[in-house]
């Protein structure tokens, strides 16, 4: 999934969770199922950057002014966190990422343009969850 999307959900986690350790888990294992659904990942280096700048501004805002408060970054950090092992990977820092929605057999997968919409309906509804809280 894109990292705004990630984001997004984290957010809408911590609207319902009011623990860090809880929200670490539910972070983490959100990163997860989110990532076994189909879906089509940035396809360019350029494309990931934009994704994250987009997310992490757009994160920025919505925790402003619609989040109930700090919690809420604690949420979105532990959902978006591991995709920044993907990025390490890419710039040649790590050889092999070792988070376990980025292994191949559990990573969903759907490379046409088609794959941009579960990314855009979860992030979507993360985006309600947190107005409608």
Not at 66 to 82: I, N
Request: charged share 10%; proline share 7%.
């Amino acid at each position: 999934m894109w990292f705004s999307t990630h984001v997004l959900t984290g957010l809408a986690l911590a609207t319902r969770i009011e623990s860090i350790p809880l929200l670490a888990l539910t972070g983490l294992g959100n990163h997860i199922l989110l990532d076994m659904i189909p879906h089509r990942d940035t396809p360019t280096l350029g494309w990931a950057a934009a994704d994250v700048v987009f997310g992490l501004f757009a994160g920025y805002l919505i925790w402003r002014w619609l989040t109930p408060g700090p919690l809420a970054l604690w949420g979105a950090f532990f959902s978006a966190c591991p995709d920044c092992e993907v990025l390490l990977k890419e710039w040649g820092i790590i050889r092999k990422t070792r988070f376990p929605a980025h292994n191949l057999r559990w990573h969903g997968s759907w490379p046409t343009s088609l794959g941009n919409l579960p990314n855009l309906l979860i992030g979507g509804l993360g985006l309600l969850t947190i107005i409608f809280r």
